[in-house]
Structures are given as structure tokens and as C-alpha cells.
């Protein structure tokens, strides 16, 4: 089945820097991959996703790229805020008629 | 994370006890998934069903874990004689139609408690 890795496992960053958050996945016939940011206490809610046919999205602050050959994608953040602190999730969907599988998350922090 | 509706919040339950989660949709979906958060981990699949189907179930437990989503009313995740390693956040999730590609949406969490 479908596994998927996520990278750092905790993040640091200024005001204003910009977070990059890598995820592998194993299934090549996965073709959607979503990301969540997750507040404490709170549901994961989708910030962004890409399908297979594409390579790279964006929306405002927050841009993800898709490596298929590689099997890889990213998650950008830039002119980061302290709002923008929370739990990171990527997940990517094998294929159809099954649930996303998820990484691991990355807490970002970021310090004003 | 707005529609779809999960109770209750928090859940205190004994061992041996029975532990009982509703999800709600959001309104027009029809498919609904329930996934595990344990402290300080990722989102762990559990089950994926369609109104009076289980469509995927891979990832629940053999035994004492039960799920589903009859034609009528919300879809329920039952964890029988639970036991303290039971405690964690359950998720549950919904989207309009399944397969691959298509956006889900998930509620606020079910924190269930096993003292």
C-alpha cells in the first residue's frame, strides 16, 4: 500500500522567512495530494492541493510542486507569520475508491 | 472543517466500557472516512464508507472497532471494552462522491478518554 514520508519533523522559522515541507510518497498510481494545517485542539483543514497533472500550484502565500518522476512534493510557505504556526499534514491518494494515506506532520513555529 | 459535525467533543470512558462517536456529513456527501490521531502522531486510516457500505476497512483494528453509515442518520465509529491505549482524537471526514482526487473535509474531532 501507499506510505508517505514527511520532512522536518518540527520546523523553526523568523517572521517573514519562508518554510519548505517535503513529502515522499511510495505509490506511483497515487494522483491527488492534499495538505492540512492542523490547530491544537482543533480538525485538519485543507490549505492547498495539487493533482498528477500539474507540477506546481499556488495561492497567495502558499505554493505546492509536484515531482511525479521523482515521486516528491512541497509545500512552500513564504513571508511566513506567527498565525501560520500549527501541524503540517500531507497525504496522498492511491487510487480510486480509497482514503488518503497522511505523513507524519511538521510543526511549524514561527517566532516574531 | 465547517458541515461536518462530530459528537461528542470529549468522551471519558472507563475500561470495558463502550465508546460511541457520531459524524454528520456535510450536507450532499455521501462518503465518509474515520481516521485515528494518537498524541504527537499523523492521521492513521481507519475505515471509508459509503451510505450502507464499508468501502475500505483496512485500517481498523480486527477486533472490538465497528463502523457505519446507515441510510439514515449519521455514521457511527464503536469501540467496544476500550482500553486505555484506545485514548487518542478520532476524525471523521466526508466528501461529495469517492476516488481518487476528490477534496475531503474534516470535522472538529472526537477526543476520547480511557481512564
Known amino acids: 500500500g501507499e506510505n508517505v514520508e514527511q520532512h522536518p519533523s518540527t520546523l523553526s522559522v523568523q517572521e517573514g522567512d519562508s518554510a519548505v515541507i517535503k513529502c515522499t510518497y511510495s505509490?506511483?498510481?497515487?494522483?491527488?495530494f492534499p495538505w492540512y494545517k492542523q490547530e491544537l485542539g482543533k480538525g485538519p483543514q485543507l490549505i492547498i492541493d495539487i493533482r498528477s497533472n500539474v507540477g506546481e500550484k499556488k495561492d497567495q502565500r502558499i505554493a505546492v510542486t509536484l515531482n511525479k518522476t521523482a515521486k516528491h512534493f512541497s509545500l512552500h510557505i513564504t513571508e511566513t507569520q506567527p498565525e501560520d504556526s500549527a501541524v503540517y499534514f500531507c497525504a496522498a491518494s492511491r487510487q480510486a475508491g480509497t482514503a488518503l494515506i497522511f505523513g507524519k506532520g511538521t510543526t511549524l513555529s514561527v517566532s516574531s | 472543517n465547517a458541515g461536518v459535525m462530530q459528537n461528542p467533543r470529549h468522551l471519558v470512558r472507563r475500561r470495558g466500557q463502550e465508546a460511541r462517536l457520531r459524524c454528520s456529513p456535510m450536507k450532499g456527501h455521501s462518503h465518509v472516512y474515520w481516521y485515528r490521531q494518537l498524541p504527537e502522531e499523523g492521521l492513521k486510516f481507519m475505515v471509508y464508507l459509503q451510505k450502507e457500505n464499508i468501502i475500505d476497512e483496512s485500517g481498523m483494528p480486527k477486533e472490538r472497532f465497528s463502523a457505519e453509515f446507515p441510510k439514515e442518520g449519521p455514521s457511527i465509529l464503536r469501540i467496544q471494552q476500550v482500553v486505555r491505549g484506545d485514548s487518542a482524537a478520532y476524525f471523521c471526514?466526508?466528501?461529495?462522491?469517492?476516488?481518487?482526487?476528490?477534496?475531503?473535509?474534516f470535522g472538529e474531532g472526537s477526543w476520547l478518554t480511557v481512564v
Open positions: 505509490d506511483s498510481a497515487s494522483n491527488y
Open positions: 471526514a466526508s466528501s461529495p462522491k469517492g476516488g481518487s482526487g476528490n477534496t475531503i473535509y
